[in-house]
């Protein structure tokens, strides 16, 4: 594959690397005098490459529920790239993922009762498929937190690691 020389200079050379452009072992060549080999591996197309959902308790944490909209003309979700978090008794994926691609929505629920986890902790992180160049905003919607009895805790202990996602080209 080639790329395109934007600036070249006696010991520098700026390049356009082209958006196709996969893991692997560069060269340069000049007439036919060719460069060592240098590993190029390509920046994410998404801009944070995936997002958390993230609590708050001081309170030991038995279920959430929570709704994620984002722009279904920059994002998609695949349910299977819907994975746990790192807080105890939620590591595994969540019990629902309903995904709704037309709407820009995707519903998480996990509920555990082994565990008490309190703090700040992950209970799941969703990777973005990228659709097209632009930002999508993050929102949540319909959250419920509950102890490990099932009293309601306050929403707002549930937060998302980012509140946009940005696409920096589309694979």
Request: glycine fraction near 8%.
């Amino acid at each position: 594959m080639d790329a395109t020389v934007i600036q070249a200079g006696e010991t520098q050379l700026l390049l356009h690397v082209p958006e196709t452009a996969v893991l692997g072992n560069v060269t340069v060549t000049v007439d036919s005098a060719r460069s060592n080999a240098v590993m190029y591996d390509p920046p994410p197309a998404t801009a944070p490459s995936s997002v958390d959902v993230v609590i708050t308790s001081a309170d030991a944490v038995g279920s959430y529920q929570v709704t994620i909209g984002f722009s279904k003309n920059i994002v998609t979700v695949n349910a299977a790239n819907v994975h746990g978090g790192t807080g105890a008794g939620f590591t595994g994926t969540p019990t629902t993922i309903n995904v709704d691609n037309n709407a820009g929505t995707v519903t998480i629920n996990h509920f555990q009762t082994e565990s008490m986890p309190t703090g700040t902790f992950t209970v799941a992180n969703l990777a973005f498929t990228p659709v097209a160049v632009g930002t999508s905003s993050l929102t949540l919607s319909g959250v419920t937190l509950t102890d490990t009895i099932g009293d309601n805790l306050p929403a707002n202990r549930i937060s998302l690691s980012s509140d946009s996602i940005t696409v920096l080209y589309v694979p």
